[in-house]
């Protein structure tokens, strides 16, 4: 059974610096590329940023590109999320997900992230 | 990097078959056949309903079905049931390698 979980979430202050967490079972890790999903109180579903199996190709999402910094460890199955410079408008709850693998589609069940003074 | 456009909300009664849309461009749902969707309850991680415009997962009920044409696509459930009631969004890969998600749709089984 794949499982994803997710740690690192919390309430942080305004320009503030957090790091997200991502570990990964029962799945190949290093076949998959690896999403962060983000979704504000009773909001959308928002694609925060990708990375693939390899760590080569990485890309943001224009609202956090230059801020957010996603990077994998393949030897541990974790995906992690730096995020700097936190804004209010980033406070949500963070998921990490396998999407476009056909039926194959996990997420983990979500980290939540403060951003209030 | 635009969201998808999805219908806010929208209603049907027990026993009716009811469209949600999803629109997007060129260069998302009308360039792949990766468009998903997703059901979502409260408090909840979103739950894959479909994927590749129209395949269902192993587990989910054959009243949903999926469809594109053009830049839209289309998530029709037949058979409306109590559980069916929730946030419905709709996703797709872009030629940018990235993907984009709708802003979602409110489904009330009334």
């Known amino acids: 059974e794949v499982q994803l979980l997710e740690s690192g979430g919390g309430l942080i202050q305004p320009g503030g610096s957090l790091r997200l967490s991502c570990a990964a079972s029962?799945?190949?890790?290093?076949?998959?590329?690896m999403t962060w999903v983000r979704q504000a109180p009773g909001k959308g579903l928002e694609w925060v940023s990708l990375i693939s199996g390899s760590g080569i190709s990485i890309y943001y999402a224009d609202s956090v590109r230059g801020r957010f910094t996603i990077s994998r460890d393949n030897s541990k199955n974790t995906v992690d999320l730096h995020m700097n410079n936190l804004r209010a408008e980033d406070t949500a709850m963070y998921y990490c997900?396998?999407?476009?693998?056909?039926?194959?589609?996990?997420w983990g069940q979500g980290t939540l992230v403060t951003v209030s003074s | 990097q635009s969201a998808l456009t999805q219908p806010a909300s929208v209603s049907g009664s027990p026993g009716q078959s009811i469209t949600l849309s999803c629109t997007g461009t060129s260069s998302d749902i009308g360039f792949y056949n990766y468009v998903s969707w997703y059901q979502q309850h409260p408090g909840k991680a979103p739950k894959l309903m479909i994927y590749d415009v129209s395949n269902r997962p192993s587990g989910v009920s054959n009243r949903f079905s999926g469809s594109k044409s053009g830049n839209t696509a289309s998530l029709t459930i037949s058979g409306l049931q109590s559980e069916d009631d929730g946030d419905y969004y709709c996703?797709?890969?872009?030629?940018?390698?990235?993907?984009?998600f709708g802003g979602g749709t409110k489904l009330t089984v009334l």
């Open positions: 029962g799945v190949t890790f290093s076949a998959h590329a």
């Open positions: 997900a396998m999407l476009g693998n056909g039926p194959n589609d996990y």
């Open positions: 996703s797709s890969y872009t030629r940018s390698g990235t993907w984009v």
